[in-house]
Each structure stands twice: as C-alpha cells, then as structure tokens.
C-alpha cells in the first residue's frame, strides 16, 4: 500500500514548454545531466490520467497550486482550491466545481491578457514543503519511480496539442542523497486535437512496463481516444462516485467488462469495510444457516450519487445467488427504488430498497452507503443484521422495529477511502477482479429492468 505522508519534493525540472516531438529529447537530456548516484527515473510503470476540466493547470498558472501537474486531485490540489476560493470570495469547500472553473478560466484570461502571467505562476517552485497530509503523486514516486502522462482537454478552438515536462523527485529521508523521481508529461489540446495524436500518446509510454490509464471522465465506449486507450493499457482504472448518470454509465461498465476490458472501479474499493462486515455478521455457527432467511434489504446511502448501493446490491445478490425480477422507482424525498429478486435456492422473493438521504455532513464521496438492513419476514429468523456509518444511520434503521433482536455494527471511518489513497493501492496491481466482474454482472440485470 502506497502511504501519502509525503517527504519535501526536489524539482529537477520545473514544467517547461516543449514540442510533442522534443518530449522523449527533453528528457534524455534531464537525465543525463543527472548523477546516476543521485537520482533514479522512472522505472516502473506509465500511468495516463485524462483530466477533463483542466482545474489543476489554471490553479497553477494562477499562482495557488505548486507541484507537478499529474490530474491528482490530492491534499496539496484541495489546498489549491481553497486558497483560490478565498481569493476569489466564493464559498470555501476545497472541492472543484464548475463555477470555481469559470471563475479561474476567466481570471486566467484576464490575466494572460494584461500580461500578468510571471514565471512564478506560469511553473511550480523548485522546492517546497507539502502540507502534513501530503499528496498522493509524491507517494507514488516515492514508491515507484514512474512516468504520469496527464491530458487535460480543453475548450475552444483547436489550436493543436501543447506539451510540457517536468521531473519531481521526493527527497528519501534515509538518504539526502538519493532521489527518487517520477517524470510528469501534461499535454493540453481539444478532443480533437487528442484524437489525431492517439497513436504518439501511447508512444510516449515507457516499453515492456505496466501501463495504467486512469479516466476520470464517464467512460465513453464510442469516444476514440477512450477505445485506443483501453486496448492499448494493461488495466483500466475509473471511479464511478463520479458518474454523471450512474445507472446508464453502470451498464456501460458491465458492457466493457463483458468485452473482456479490465477494469478497476476505486468507488468498488469504498465497499469492501461493508462487504467484509456483512459476511462477518453470519460468521457465527448458530448464524450461518440463517443468512438464507433473509428477504428483505434496505440501503441508505447518501444523496447524491447511487452506484455503491447499487453495486453493493448487486454483490450481495451475487453472493445468494438471487435472481432480479423487477426494477421499480417510486422517486420522492428519497429517491426509493424498490428492487425484488428470486432466490434460485428455494424460489423465495426478497424485496430491497434503496434510499437517497440528505445528510448534513456531506460525506467526501458522493453516495457513500449509510446504513445497511438485513432481515426477514420470518419472525423466527436470526437473520436480522444492521450496519451503519454513523448514530443517525443507525437509529433510523432500527426505528423500523426488531431492534433488541438484531445485529448491530458501526462501520468504523476509513481514513484510507480517498481516491488518492485508493490510487495508489490500485497502482499496485493489475488483471481481472473477478469478484467485482461477478457482482457488476448482477448489478447490470438489475439495470436492465429498469427499460
């Protein structure tokens, strides 16, 4: 597992300007001014990240994000974000959002055009300190010397694709004298202009090593670049927290998935507390006939996005083998969707539901689970299990009766659930899920229901 407390970063080239064909020149050249006893390059992967907002690049041009521009959004980027916020008076949440990305478009314009771009803001610092949390790129090339390819898309007129390079080495606190270092290509351009250079983009990775393409965008199966990309990287990894419409992007999922695409999915990662939580309830000798008593589910999950609770329903049902047989949105306050199933053991039917609950403390990913219902309309049953997140989930799950008889656990905060933890840890392996193929393939009937 990658750690994120991060060592001070040593420069040793600041982002710098170049032509798509002086990249692989530029940085030969890097490295052979260096001392090889000094400093080691990337040699263990290339990792593709496809930024589609190009937030992070503005806030750097802007002077409020210093550091390599790899499309990570970690502490020091949510730091960014804030400062800018501040600047601008806008409403401090250190999360991007499309208005924070008009604000910095436009104040980038009006900048460039009064010619108030210095060097300063137009290149990161050549060292500096991270915040106490540290940022997960440093921890990657502290772990990994490797080589991040960011491509962030912009607006407008095509005008072609613009490169830079940079090489950012955290200082290893064993030895002073040893760098560690990851090399950092952004390249900035339309779609269009993208799609033209596919085949150089995968030409710029390193050969014979593991390749990673991280899309942060919904997954487009008929965008071009997407499709080279995928074919051309040994894994895929996505994160459907984000999601702009989670059931359609879902079943886009599972259709790459069918077509053999190996797929990572960090929001998955998010379940595994519950998963191993709701195995472990019906662990027990007495306990474990019961779990086949259970016919109805309820899922609250915070307001906002529904792919955990969708997934996780599906894992579960993979896991009793039920079979889905309707797909019902009743909508309201709570967005219910009512989901009922077939047992393939004994043909019994099990009913869920599925709940969208405003919360007050907005959870750091959108739609993460609440609360979780596991009983039976057998009275006799000790199958009755609840598992929640924090006091409020609880209490509103065992307000619907049988309280004294069941299984009550607090899933414990995850410290390590942020995306760029989970980056880092799915950066150390590669090749097929099979359990969460297994569960999407559930998941994707349930969404075919729904037609």
């Excluded at 609250?300 to 529904?306: A, C, L, R, T, V």
Aim: charged residues 25%; aromatic residues 8%.
């Amino acid at each position: 597992m990658v750690s994120t407390t991060s060592s001070p970063i040593v420069s040793l080239q600041a982002p710098k300007d170049v032509s798509i064909e002086e990249i692989e020149a530029e940085l030969r050249s890097l490295w052979t001014s260096v001392e090889e006893a000094s400093a080691s390059r990337a040699a263990t992967f290339t990792l593709i990240v496809y930024e589609p907002d190009g937030t992070q690049q503005l806030l750097a041009a802007l002077g409020f994000y210093t550091g390599p521009i790899d499309g990570i959004a970690g502490p020091r980027n949510e730091a960014a974000i804030t400062a800018a916020q501040k600047a601008y008076k806008m409403e401090i949440t250190g999360k991007s959002s499309s208005k924070l990305l008009t604000k910095l478009q436009a104040e980038y314009a009006k900048a460039k055009a009064e010619d108030q771009l210095t060097r300063e803001h137009q290149t990161s610092s050549v060292q500096y300190s991270p915040d106490s949390q540290g940022a997960i790129a440093d921890a990657i090339a502290a772990a990994n010397p490797c080589r991040i390819i960011a491509l962030v898309p912009s607006l407008g007129q095509d005008e072609g694709v613009k490169a830079q390079v940079s090489a950012y080495c955290p200082v290893n606190k064993k030895s002073k004298d040893t760098l560690i270092c990851c090399e950092y290509i952004t390249l900035s351009g339309t779609a269009e202009a993208f799609e033209r250079i596919g085949g150089v983009i995968t030409e710029l990775t390193i050969g014979d090593l593991p390749k990673f393409l991280w899309w942060k965008a919904t997954p487009g199966g008929e965008h071009p670049l997407f499709k080279r990309l995928i074919n051309y990287c040994d894994s895929t990894i996505i994160d459907s927290s984000v999601f702009n419409e989670p059931e359609s992007d879902l079943e886009c999922v599972s259709k790459m998935i069918q077509q053999d695409v190996p797929l990572a999915d960090i929001n998955w990662r998010r379940l595994a507390a519950w998963q191993e939580l709701s195995a472990e309830a019906f662990d027990p000798p007495e306990r474990r006939a019961a779990i086949y008593e259970v016919d109805q589910v309820t899922i609250d999950y915070q307001k906002g996005s529904q792919t955990q609770a969708l997934m996780f329903l599906g894992w579960l049902a993979s896991r009793l083998n039920w079979t889905p047989v309707s797909y019902d949105k009743e909508g309201g306050d709570y967005d219910i969707c009512r989901v009922k199933f077939i047992s393939d053991r004994d043909q019994r039917s099990i009913e869920a539901e599925l709940a969208a609950i405003p919360t007050v403390d907005w959870h750091e990913v959108p739609g993460d689970l609440i609360s979780l219902r596991l009983t039976s309309t057998n009275l006799n049953a000790d199958c009755c299990t609840v598992l929640c997140s924090s006091t409020t989930g609880c209490m509103r799950m065992e307000a619907g009766g049988g309280a004294q008889s069941c299984y009550i656990q607090q899933v414990a905060p995850l410290f390590d659930q942020k995306t760029e933890e989970l980056l880092g840890q799915q950066l150390q392996r590669w090749g097929r899920e099979v359990l969460y193929e297994e569960s999407m393939a559930v998941t994707a009937k349930i969404l075919e229901l729904s037609h």
